[in-house]
């Protein structure tokens, strides 16, 4: 494991306690709804989330649903355990989005929210992604990026480095370019804005 990795996981590990606490501000900015609305949109029966962290997105998964969810952070899988009780048709499995240990062509959509601000080679796991998720599935995306007006990208750079330092979340990665440099073609990936262009919710057909 890279030292960014570690050090990333070190962080989250360490603030897995208070990180529900420190994510509020996030959730009533409307977060919990829109997280609602990736499940909405989920197809198939086999579903993979990267970056559960606590879970928050656990308990509203339909008992339908063949659901894996995958976190670096141990502590925080714990939190998420908490959440999930008793559910038997979810599994959480401690790995690195970066280095999956699934088969190719593995689940009919993939699921992230705020997910890619952390991941430390954020085109190498979207590269995964799309490996793991099935040709023509889908992959349903909440990220927060950096916000294409000159003024407010250029602070966002600028005042990177204090989340950054804090629990290692970039709040300027240009997720859409990534995508595309993760062989996404731009024809299959549709976005809309949820607050302001900083937070997209972004739905990708996985044609291969």
Request: aromatic fraction near 6%.
């Amino acid at each position: 494991m890279s030292n960014d990795n570690e050090k990333i996981k070190n962080r989250y590990n360490r603030i897995s306690k208070v990180y529900d606490l420190l994510e509020k501000p996030m959730e009533s900015m409307s977060m919990g709804k829109w997280r609602d609305k990736l499940i909405e949109r989920i197809e198939g029966e086999k579903v993979l989330e990267v970056g559960v962290g606590t879970g928050k997105s656990l308990i509203n998964y339909p008992n339908t649903l063949d659901v894996t969810g995958i976190d670096f952070s141990k502590n925080m899988l714990e939190k998420a355990r908490e959440k999930i009780g008793d559910k038997k048709n979810i599994k959480l499995i401690e790995m690195d989005a970066q280095n999956m240990k699934f088969d190719d062509n593995t689940f009919d959509t993939v699921v992230t929210c705020c997910v890619f601000c952390s991941v430390p080679d954020p085109v190498k796991g979207l590269k995964e992604i799309r490996r793991v998720c099935k040709n023509d599935g889908k992959i349903i995306m909440l990220e927060h990026m950096r916000s294409n007006n000159e003024v407010v990208g250029k602070f966002m750079d600028i005042v990177n480095f204090i989340p950054l330092n804090i629990w290692g979340a970039n709040i300027n990665r240009r997720t859409i370019e990534n995508l595309k440099k993760a062989g996404f073609k731009e024809e299959d990936i549709e976005y809309q804005d949820i607050w302001s262009d900083i937070v997209k919710l972004i739905e990708i057909r996985n044609k291969k």
